[in-house]
């Protein structure tokens, strides 16, 4: 069975710390994604990437970073955590599909307290 | 951003019943898919329909597109409280990304 795995479902931090969410997929996928979900916004991209050492902004990269140094994990950080940082956060990945976005396959998301 | 935008936002409504669910979007897409969450969990690929496709089935689910209004549909038939979820629409606008919608919550009533 294909699989997304986010290393923490649920995280209290505190203002200030820096934080580090990890996400692992073993569909050899060379898409992956950070999404942000709260409600009544639904889900926004933060950054995704599309190869190893690549990263791309999404629509609000601001106060986060990602990193790729392996095909299979992409780490989102925080280097100072808000509290307004504080929402659930989703990883997905996809395989290229030509000039298309194929399907995505989603982690079972971190949930984020930030204190 | 370009966001699909769903509608309604909230349906209720009695297992064995029909729900649909409807998804607007602003600009051309290459495909538009749909996706289901349930409550804390992560989302789940339901279906994809290309632009240059009408309609869509995957067992009790049914999505049309109409690229000249620039809309969807997603209708599921008979109901079951395992329905129960939210529902969201995602567009794909090129760049291998999605942009999805604020998502539907529907509750399926034994």
């Known amino acids: 069975d294909v699989k997304v795995t986010q290393s923490s479902r649920y995280l209290v931090k505190r203002t200030g710390e820096k934080v580090f969410l990890e996400c692992v997929q073993d569909?050899?996928?060379?898409?992956m994604f950070w999404y942000r979900q709260d409600p009544g916004l639904g889900l926004r991209l933060i950054y995704f990437s599309y190869d190893v050492k690549m990263k791309e902004k999404g629509d609000i990269p601001e106060g986060y970073s990602v990193s790729r140094e392996k095909k299979e994990r992409f780490s989102l950080i925080l280097e100072s955590a808000s509290t307004n940082q504080t929402s659930m956060y989703l990883c997905?990945?996809?395989?290229?599909?030509?000039?298309?976005?194929?399907?995505?396959?989603f982690g079972e998301g971190s949930r984020l307290t930030v204190l | 951003s370009q966001q699909g935008e769903e509608d309604p936002q909230a349906l209720s409504i009695q297992e064995g019943e029909n729900a649909t669910m409807n998804c607007s979007y602003k600009?051309?897409?290459?495909?538009l898919q749909w996706y289901r969450q349930n409550s804390g969990r992560g989302l789940v690929h339901l279906i994809l329909?290309?632009?240059?496709?009408r309609e869509k089935h995957s067992g009790r689910l049914r999505v049309t597109l109409d690229t000249s209004k620039k809309s969807s549909s997603l209708l599921i038939t008979a109901s079951r409280a395992a329905d129960t979820a939210s529902y969201f629409c995602a567009t794909d606008y090129g760049n291998n990304r999605l942009a999805f919608g604020k998502g539907n919550q529907v509750v399926v009533i034994p």
């Open positions: 569909m050899d996928h060379e898409n």
């Open positions: 997905a990945s996809s395989s290229i599909a030509g000039p298309n976005t194929g399907e995505l396959f």
């Open positions: 329909i290309r632009s240059n496709e």
């Open positions: 600009t051309s897409i290459n495909n």
